[in-house]
């Protein structure tokens, strides 16, 4: 086949022909629209519905282009002399510092600047991928990462590139001992999310979660207990119930070389079979106990009236908890687990009186009233190591933990927003989102750290008090008022406001005062 090519006013385009003779004349034949030409002599294209592609004009086939050799596209309007420049710059900083950039330089993402650029965007905006040009353009991101490629089309193409499975494994093999390498812990916590889906694939299906129907995907999280940095994701058709999940989480973990002594999990995990494979496994483990087991009915009916005794009553943060623990052997498997009966006063007081309201409106007999007055806030937490009974409810609801990070997720980081064409691109979603809320977290952590010390000091620096009600996104918000000046060779950031000020404080970065461009 031979390649003809068209100029137009938006560029030039080409069509892929054969050319025979008939009745002496030569005519083209069997016609294949190929799109703009973006590199003529590495014969790469761009087509609206196949988006970036490759044509090998001898056979005929369509390939993938490598996304490192495709031209960025041409900077639109003037060129770029003043920007955004705090929030970027202090956000390439602190994704240097703290090992993520070297991730992503090494995994083989292709284009490392628009990784780092995306992930930028995913973190200061919840804007649609179509408008991250118009960002890029105005920031200083642009002079960090002069290699993005920030055009939605040319991002829609990364993102498949990124969810390729051989790309995703690459990827873990990096983070993964990164982020192992800070703290001692072997505690991690898993749970999942729903990420709503309304395009056809099979992984989107009917979802019935805490009674909540939706058509989603579920995504499964899992991270460490003593910094709530996220460690892996995976994701199951969102029909797949949370507990046949646990164990092939915990399997691909150590398949990646993740040592795990101890999980911390939601009721939903909370199966015989899984804390069976737990024990087995020597992996120990502390959950909530469904009401529906005979082990939940067998203390009740046995040891509720133990919770009277003055003895069993902690302190918990602001409210007292009575607790009851004893040894007891699974049917089945008669693996020794611990049962911790508790009763939360505050839960009770609060369920006592919507049970007296129902009974009172009707809906319930005084003999209902009464069963539930005697269960009211009371709950079993079964662990497979023994606890103390102070320790017992804290170190259960740190559990907590995790959903605060997938909070993190959704509200800062895009996690969870669904409706991508395809499954392989929508697993490089999350792959940006992920590191992403890496980020995020690592930057959350190191802000507790920073405001306890400036808030300990006998002289309060003034920036710590200017920024005492600052959170990371506040902050971040606040640094994007600092613009910057650019010129031939160098970069010079506008003068500092006292809340830019107090934000460089919290972060614990020196603002600079010139940036050769060079070396940004």
Known sequence: MQIMYAKKASGTYATACDSVRIDGKVQKI???????????????YENKKLGLITFDP????????DLAQVPARAPRGKK?????????????????????????????????????????????????????????????????????????????????????????KSFFHFYIPFVLSTGTSLSFMIDSTGVPNSIHMPETAISNHNGKISLEVRLILVCKKEDRMPVYFRYVPGNIIDSSTLIRT?????????????????????????????????????TRLRPNYDMYKDMIADDLFRLDSLNTRVLYKDRFMRVFSKEVKM?????????????????????????????????????????EYRTNGVFILVSSYWIEREEVVADYYERGGIEQ??????????????????????RGKWLVEFSAMAVQQSMQNAFKVRKEYLSSRKRKHKDAIEGRNMCVSHALFVLRNQKCDIFESVVLPRERTPNVSAAYTLFNIDPPKRLDKDSA
């Open 250 to 286: 915990v399997e691909e973990l150590e398949l990646m070389g993740v040592e795990i002594s101890n999980v911390l999990i939601d009721a939903g995990y909370c199966t015989l079979e899984n804390m069976r494979d737990l024990i087995d496994s020597h992996i120990h483990f502390i």
């Open 58 to 65: 001898k056979t005929g086939a369509f390939g993938k282009p």
């Open 80 to 168: 770029l002399t003043s920007a955004d420049f705090g929030d970027a710059y202090v956000l390439d900083r602190y994704v240097t510092d703290m090992g993520m950039e070297a991730v992503i330089d090494s995994f083989g993402c292709q284009n490392p600047d628009t990784m780092k650029a995306l992930m930028m965007y995913y973190i200061l905006h919840d804007e649609p991928n179509d408008y991250a040009l118009d960002w890029f353009e105005g920031s200083y991101a642009s002079v960090l990462y002069p290699k993005a490629d920030m055009d939605g089309r040319r991002i829609s193409e990364f993102l498949f590139m990124l969810g390729a499975d051989d790309v995703m």
């Open 30 to 44: 069997n016609r294949i629209y190929l799109g703009k030409v973006i590199d003529k002599e590495k014969g790469i």
């Open 405 to 426: 990070l997938i909070d993190v997720g959704k509200t800062d980081c895009r996690l969870g927003e669904g409706n991508v064409q395809d499954i392989q691109r929508l």
């Open 331 to 371: 049917k089945g498997s008669g693996n020794k687990v611990w049962l911790h009966l508790i009763l939360d006063e505050d839960m009770k007081n609060s369920q006592d009186k919507t049970s007296f309201q129902r009974w009172q409106d009707g809906r319930i007999t005084e003999e209902q009233r009464d069963e």
